[in-house]
Each structure stands twice: as C-alpha cells, then as structure tokens.
C-alpha cells in the first residue's frame, strides 16, 4: 500500500482514540455501514445482469437477487446491524414500522434510521444512487424503542453520512468533527481515505431542482430560481439527476443549492426529513453550507413521524441565505417596497439580497 494512504477503519479508530470515552460501539456501527455498502455497491454494479442471469438459469446465490434493489438494500442494512449488540432500533425508508432488535440479538444504546437505496428508479438507467444514514443514541430508558425515541431533531445526531454507488463507490460522514469521503479501492476491497476535511464552497453557479414543478411552485422559489439564472456576478447553470445523493454530493464538492419545495403533487415536500434530509443538513452543516425548509434551519426540526417529508432548500451559504431572504420578504412586499425605484424587481432582488 503507498505511504501516506488511511484506511476507513484505520481513519475510524484514530477518531475513536481522540476521546477517551469512546467505546468503540459506534466505531462498530459505522464499519459495519461501510461494509454493507461494498455490498450493496456490487450488487448495484450488477443490476443489469441480474435478469441475464435469472433467464440463464444461472445459480441465483442470493436468492433475494429477484427483489427490488431497494428492498434488498434495506434487508442487508437490517442483516450487518442488527446483531452487533450496539444497536437499539432502526428505522428504513423501506419499512412503515420502526425495526426493532430480534429477541436473539442483545440490543445497544444507538438509533439508526436510513434510506437503503435513495434514487432507485435510476438504477435501470445506469445513474448514481446512494444509501443514507443518521445515527442518533436512545433517549428514552425503555426496553423497547417506540417511535417517540426517533422524533429527535438533527442536532442530536451523532453521525451522519451517505455512499454513492457512482463512478466510485464513495463513503462520505460526519461525527460532528468534519466531513470526511472514502472511496473505495475496489482491487482490495477498502474505503481510502480521498477527500479528507470537505468543505463546502460558499457559493457555486449550480442550482438543482425538478423545474418541471415549477408551476406550482410558490412565486419566491420561482423568482428565486430567475434570480440565479439572471445573477450579474457569476452564471448560474442547472443540474438536476433526480437522485438525491448525486445531485448533493455534486454540490457538495461545487458548490450551489438543491432543492425540493412545497409543490401540487408533494404539498409538504416531497423528501423525507428523518432518514434523508436531516442526515444530510448535518453534513450539509459540517462542511460549511445549510440546509432550511424555507422557515426553519433543518437541525432544528423535531420529525412528528417517521416518514414525514419536508420540503428543503440545502447547500451553500450563499444561496441557502439568498433563498431565506427570498422568502421572508415575500414577493409582493418586495415589488410594493421597490414600486418606486423605477428598477423591475427581478433587478431589485439580484441587488438587495446580498448578505
Ligand atoms: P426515493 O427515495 O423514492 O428514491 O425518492 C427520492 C428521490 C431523490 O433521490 C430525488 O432527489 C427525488 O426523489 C427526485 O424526485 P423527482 O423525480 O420528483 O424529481
Ligand atoms: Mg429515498
């Protein structure tokens, strides 16, 4: 191995050694994630071979190899944590319920809530996806998890990250110390350490959004979306994949804002604020950048269920701050306020909201 290269778990037990505290449970937790992603990673590579080999009458090792991807993922998940005795109860994209402990396994101080396979509709069509996961410890001393041990906001995180299954397999988390991407070297099966202390630049020239919602959009995020376009400063350009992970972790790197507000068809957004968006607001946050539902600061929103979605503007500072001022002075105060400049709004609104 060349000098200077750290490994996931090397990179893991470092950190696990700076706090004397540290059992080492949670280092077990986030190895385990690690490896269920190379797992979920091949199986991913595989998606368009799947059916070769079923009509082949090729051996079909896994049996589960018939399932959708998703729920295969979720299964894995389930399989590479649930018996580590550090785990108190989960809680799946996949699955209405939470996921407790089986009787056989002991159970652990630590909630992990995820989504398996984000983006699984562009598997077919050969698009990046990612699995995403937060970590939070258990609240309550009751012996078995109820759903109110998960309505925790994101500041109680106490790690968050998410893979993307792209052009490399990459491992990207945070314990609140940072963020830090592996990408796994696939010739001997390890995350490397290859974007050490990511940060988020303050601004990029991207926005992400499906603008085929626009039409019911409220008229800020519209106008919003019309003052990157128009920005004088730097030109902003689209790019949108429409699978979460990607389009984050592209923005991460870059620079610039996703979002996905309110619209017709998802009245209250339609990603989900437990397993998605928090897990994300906290890297998000970690790297330099936010994350807002229009109103409030993502960190803070408590979940009052499960798989509540929120709608979410997530990214850098700057265009997290341009879209909250977009919103908190409303269109119409914005054009009454400028009536009289002489100026159209539009040109108002690229002038004003710089912060
Ligand atoms: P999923 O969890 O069912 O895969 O859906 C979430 C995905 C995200 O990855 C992506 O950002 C979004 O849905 C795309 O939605 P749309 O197709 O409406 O633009
Ligand atoms: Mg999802």
């Known amino acids: 191995m060349q000098k200077g290269v750290t490994t996931l778990g090397r990179f893991l037990l470092e950190e696990q050694r700076k706090y004397s505290y540290a059992s080492g449970e949670f280092t077990a937790i ?5 490896f269920v992603a190379k797992v979920i990673g091949r199986d991913v590579n595989k998606a368009g071979l799947i059916n070769i080999l079923g009509q082949t009458g090729s051996t079909n090792s ?11 993922a979720h299964t894995k998940v389930i399989q590479a944590l649930d018996h580590l005795g550090k785990v108190f109860a989960m809680a799946s994209e996949e699955e209405k319920e939470i996921i407790h ?3 056989k396994f002991p159970k652990g101080k630590y909630l992990v809530v995820f989504d398996p396979l984000d983006g699984s509709s562009n598997i077919d069509v050969n698009i990046s996806i990612g699995t995403i996961f937060g970590i939070f410890k258990k609240k309550s001393e009751s012996e078995a998890a109820t759903i109110q041990d998960f ?29 830090n991407g592996f990408t796994l070297d696939p010739s001997i099966g390890e ?4 974007h050490p202390a990511m940060k988020m630049p303050e601004y990029g020239q991207i926005y992400s959004a499906n603008e085929s919602n626009s039409s019911s959009w409220k008229e800020e995020v519209v106008a919003y979306i019309d003052c990157l376009r128009n920005y004088p400063e730097r030109k902003y350009t689209s790019r949108y994949i429409g699978s979460l992970v990607a389009d984050f972790h592209r923005n991460l790197l870059k620079g610039g804002v996703f979002l996905y507000p309110e619209d017709k068809q ?12 928090i897990p994300l607001a906290f890297i998000a946050e970690q790297a330099g950048g936010s994350a807002t539902d229009g109103e409030n600061n993502i960190m803070d929103l408590v979940p009052k269920s499960l798989h509540e979605r929120t709608p979410v503007v997530i990214g850098s500072t700057f265009e997290i701050a341009l879209y909250q001022q977009f919103i908190k002075e409303g269109i119409r105060k914005r054009k009454k306020k400028f009536a009289k400049s002489g100026k159209s709004t539009l040109e108002k609104a690229i002038r004003e909201p710089v912060i």
């Not at 995350?191 to 290859?194: A, D, M, P, R, Y």
């Not at 009245?267 to 604020?273: C, S």
């Open 30 to 34: 986030l190895e385990q994630i690690a």
């Open 62 to 72: 896994h049996g589960e190899e018939q399932q959708k991807l998703d729920v295969y």
């Open 101 to 103: 402990i089986p009787e």
């Open 151 to 179: 309505l925790q906001p994101g500041k109680n995180l106490v790690a968050s990250g998410y893979v993307i299954y792209g052009s490399s397999t990459m491992f990207v988390y945070t314990t609140g110390n940072g963020v």
């Open 191 to 194: 995350f490397l350490l290859s």
């Open 266 to 277: 998802y009245p209250q957004g339609k990603l989900r604020l437990l397993y998605e968006i």
